[in-house]
């Protein structure tokens, strides 16, 4: 286990002895459904600095899931997700070479994950934010596909709908959708936002057709970042956005949970957590702002650089995200592998 390092005494989790502190609710491992779990890191939110509270991730001590523990209350996501948020706007206009890159290998991504699918498939992508990816499906995809998306934010739904896309607000669990229709569903850097992951993951396995299929890509925290940057500064925390945070095992657990045959976890190339580790550990300890500022979304040579570096650890199968691909069985005797 990582140790928990903090510049200094760090302030109990959701008490910054302000009025406004953020309310916190106490939760449990959604695999496990307990509580028993030791301290895996105290963290702050270094990149938007929404709240002056720190955070506690723990580790289960069962099952091996990282995740936040209080963590906000559901009726806080306003101010943990501020308008200027990433996901609601990520635009050419906003990220520049940053976009056209990861637009190109994103394209790459989904094509890939789409093979086999009828013509008329129908594709659903949970957690959509502003519709990037059904965005580059519509147009490097079989014009026949049917796309759909689904996020519980507003402020993500309405550029997505203004864009051509059909998005849904609200959490699928408790959307009309129809049961047993669709072939591919995307949960693409979504499943770590969760309340509750496996509720989730069983609410999309009704809504697919039999022999379907699940693409979940998230943080690692089987990965050299984490195990670098866990004690506080790591990049995937996202504190206090990030609440269930997996690695190969409790991943491929999570799937089976949920009913869904595991075809395979694999690991991938993400410069992200290595770029925004160091600057959160840069940030924290009063590192200039002219660097700390240089590393971020929009930092196209930090991210290349951090990319070249992950090669080979992803080809080690140590990559800094995780793909994980499921399958709905298509019958009563099919066994889960």
């Known amino acids: ?33 307990v509580e028993d779990a030791d301290p895996v890191a105290v963290g702050a939110d270094f990149e938007y600095r929404t709240v002056p509270d720190e955070f506690l991730a723990v580790r ?9 523990n209080p963590r906000p209350a559901p009726d806080e996501a306003a101010r943990i997700y501020p308008d200027h948020y990433h996901a609601f706007q990520f635009r050419a206009a906003r990220f520049g070479f940053v976009y056209r890159v990861r637009r190109r290998l994103e394209a790459r991504r989904l094509l890939r994950w789409c093979r086999g699918l009828p013509a008329d498939a129908r594709i659903l992508d949970v957690g959509c934010g502003d519709g990037f990816h059904l965005g580059l499906l519509r147009e490097f995809g079989k014009p026949t596909w049917r796309l759909e998306g689904v996020d519980a934010d507003p402020r993500a739904v309405e550029p997505a709908r203004a864009g051509g896309l059909t998005v849904h607000l609200g959490a699928v669990e408790a959307l009309p959708l129809p049961v047993g229709s669709y072939h591919l569903v ?5 499943v770590e936002h969760l309340p509750d992951p496996l509720g989730t993951l069983r609410a999309v396995g009704e809504l697919l057709a039999p022999g379907g299929r699940v693409v979940v890509v998230t943080d690692n925290v089987g990965s050299p970042d984490f195990a670098l940057f866990g004690g506080r500064h790591w ?24 009913g869904l045959a595991v075809e395979r976890v694999t690991t991938a190339v993400s410069p992200v957590n290595w770029v925004y580790s160091l600057r959160n550990w840069l940030d924290d300890w009063g590192g200039p702002r002219w660097l700390v500022n240089r590393l971020s979304l929009r930092s196209a040579l930090a991210l290349g650089a951090f990319t070249l570096f992950d ?7 140590r990559g800094a995200i995780l793909h994980g691909l499921f399958r709905k069985p298509t019958g009563e005797g099919e066994v889960l592998s």
Do not use: K, W
């Not at 995307?186 to 979504?190: A, F, H, I, R």
């Not at 090669?311 to 199968?317: E, F």
């Open 1 to 33: 286990m990582s140790p928990v390092v903090t510049r200094q005494p760090a302030r109990p989790p959701g008490e910054s002895g302000l009025t406004n502190a953020l309310r916190l609710e106490p939760v449990v491992c959604c695999l496990c459904r």
């Open 60 to 68: 289960c001590r069962r099952c091996r899931l990282v995740y936040l």
């Open 186 to 190: 995307l949960l693409v850097m979504t």
């Open 235 to 258: 990049g995937g925390y996202h504190f206090p956005r990030h609440t269930y945070l997996f690695d190969r095992t409790t991943l491929a657990r999570l799937g089976e949970t949920a």
């Open 311 to 317: 090669l080979p650890l992803a080809a080690l199968g």
